[in-house]
Each structure stands twice: as structure tokens, then as C-alpha cells.
């Protein structure tokens, strides 16, 4: 299985906007519930967004009223977004995105937020 491909990530100052992009390609994340999840240095990796096929929405209480998790279904790829906005120092991570049940990982993008 192709992992999916992440990109958008950089240095922002707090306060600032990021959006990040993802790929997906396969049938299996046609299908499923997708999800932004984000490992910051010496801490587990944890989910910060989540959405359904039919685009219902949850979100992590550390980033709900900030982030904004989108998803566009193209023929056997999906593509996922997250619009961060208000970003702040701990907001700094790794972020991956994948199905909600995911056990293995792409790259990732690197979000650091700092003046």
C-alpha cells in the first residue's frame, strides 16, 4: 500500500496560517475515514482531525476553533487538507495524515511555529 504524500508544512509565526495538502491514493482511503495526526518531539503521535466519507467532522479539543480538516474525493485519490489558523508554539509537530486506523506512516510535513 502507497503511504500518503503530505506537503504545506514550514515555519510560521504564532498567530499565523498554514494549510497543509495531502494525497492518498487507493481504494482503501476512497473508503474510509480520514484524519490529520501530528507528533511532536518526545510525545506519542495523536489524532487532531478526523473526517468521514460523508465530510462529518471531529477535532482534538487543542485545535477545535482553529483548524478546519476538508477532504475532495477524485477518482481513487483522496485528497485531504487542514486549514490551521491561530497557530501556536505547541501547535509545532509532524504532521501526517491518513486513515483513522493507520499503523504505518508516510513522511510527513514539518509545522514549527516560532517568532
Known amino acids: 500500500q502507497v503511504q500518503p504524500v503530505e506537503s504545506g508544512g514550514g515555519l510560521v509565526q504564532p498567530g499565523g496560517s498554514l494549510r497543509l495538502s495531502c494525497a492518498a491514493s487507493?481504494?482503501?482511503?476512497?473508503?474510509?475515514?480520514m484524519g490529520w495526526f501530528r507528533q511532536a518531539p518526545g510525545k506519542q503521535r495523536e489524532l487532531v482531525a478526523q473526517i468521514t466519507t460523508g465530510g462529518s467532522t471531529n477535532y482534538a479539543d487543542s485545535v477545535k476553533g482553529r483548524f478546519t480538516i476538508s477532504r475532495d474525493n477524485a477518482k481513487n485519490t483522496v485528497y485531504l487538507y487542514l486549514q490551521m489558523n491561530s497557530l501556536k508554539p505547541e501547535d509545532t509537530a509532524v504532521y501526517y495524515c491518513?486513515?483513522?486506523?493507520?499503523?504505518?506512516w508516510g513522511q510527513g510535513t514539518q509545522v514549527t511555529v516560532s517568532s
Open positions: 491518513n486513515t483513522v486506523f493507520a499503523r504505518s
Open positions: 487507493g481504494t482503501i482511503f476512497s473508503i474510509s475515514s
